[in-house]
């Protein structure tokens, strides 16, 4: 399974960016989500959306991020408006699925994308 993110970059206070991450070689999908790690923190749970269409974020994000998803393609898209300082940091897809049609889901992990907010 290879995961591609793309979409980060560096924006100044207030602004907006798109990320995308689609997913090949996975045969099923059950959530798929963003998490996102800055320097000298863990990293923690910024987005999800379920195959079902559940959604979950982070309370630092509600109100400000989307997460949605195009399931035909396994892709999952993170709309991050009104950017903050604190929203900087390097931002992973993450799918759990299957690659066949048994077997226990597994997580998979994209490469990561970096996104700053500095004016």
């Known amino acids: 399974v290879q995961l591609q993110a793309s979409g980060g970059g560096l924006v100044q206070p207030g602004g907006s960016l798109r990320l995308s991450c689609a997913a090949s070689g996975i045969f099923s999908i059950n959530v798929m989500g963003w998490y996102r790690q800055a320097p000298g923190k863990q990293r923690d749970l910024v987005a999800a959306?379920?195959?079902?269409?559940?959604?979950t974020y982070a309370d630092s994000v509600k109100g400000r991020f989307t997460i949605s998803s195009e399931n035909a393609e396994n892709t999952v898209y993170l709309q991050m408006n009104s950017l903050k300082p604190e929203d900087t940091a390097v931002y992973y897809c993450?799918?759990?699925?299957?690659?066949?049609?048994?077997?226990?889901?597994?997580?998979?992990w994209g490469q990561g994308t970096q996104v700053t907010v500095s004016s």
């Open positions: 959306i379920s195959s079902g269409g559940r959604e």
């Open positions: 993450n799918f759990v699925g299957r690659t066949a049609v048994v077997g226990l889901p597994r997580n998979y």
